[in-house]
């Protein structure tokens, strides 16, 4: 599994959401200082609740940049999900992992001491020129936000 670094340029994507295709260039372009692309494991589970909740009261479209987040839950998961948690940013579906490989978020974790494959807990912060600004693995769930707030929004 590639990991992305600070200066990589961002994998392009399209993902199916709720409200129909987003892509990373789509995002890129509405954006004023980039795109956050965030990878969580299943919608609507404690941790990954927190970490949407806490992007939405960031109100990082405010400070100049769009939000997406992306899991392999169907559309169907995602739109309940952000019905629910009343979510102001797209919920993208990477079912066959083609995005999460991309970016390093698909492989091998600890899961309760045990080692089993699934997504990695990430987030990415793009810079307008599609390049990496911020590439944050294994990251927990719980004050995560907060983290990358105070390093963007400086």
């Known amino acids: 599994m590639a990991?992305?670094?600070?200066?990589?340029?961002?994998?392009d994507f399209t993902?199916?959401?709720?409200?129909?295709p987003v892509s990373l260039s789509d995002l890129l372009?509405?954006?004023?200082?980039?795109?956050?692309v965030y990878f969580?494991?299943?919608a609507m589970t404690p941790?990954?609740?927190?970490?949407?909740?806490?992007?939405?009261?960031?109100?990082?479209g405010d400070a100049g940049y769009e939000v997406i987040g992306i899991s392999p839950d169907p559309i169907s998961k995602l739109q309940s999900f952000a019905?629910?948690?009343?979510?102001?940013?797209?919920?993208?579906?990477?079912?066959?992992h083609e995005i999460l490989e991309a970016y390093g978020a698909w492989g091998e974790k600890k899961n309760y001491g045990r080692t089993v494959v699934g997504v990695i807990r990430s987030t990415f912060v793009v810079n307008p020129d599609g390049t990496i600004a911020e590439a944050m693995?294994?990251?927990?769930?719980?004050?995560h936000v907060a983290r990358v707030t105070k390093n963007i929004l400086v």
Do not use: H, M, Q
């Open 15 to 20: 993902t199916e959401t709720p409200n129909g």
């Open 47 to 60: 941790g990954c609740t927190t970490e949407a909740c806490d992007f939405r009261d960031a109100r990082l």
């Open 83 to 96: 019905d629910a948690e009343l979510l102001d940013f797209p919920l993208g579906s990477d079912p066959d």
């Open 29 to 36: 372009a509405k954006a004023e200082k980039g795109v956050i």
């Open 3 to 11: 990991r992305l670094e600070v200066g990589d340029k961002a994998p």
């Open 40 to 42: 969580y494991p299943k």
């Open 137 to 143: 693995y294994n990251v927990k769930a719980t004050g």
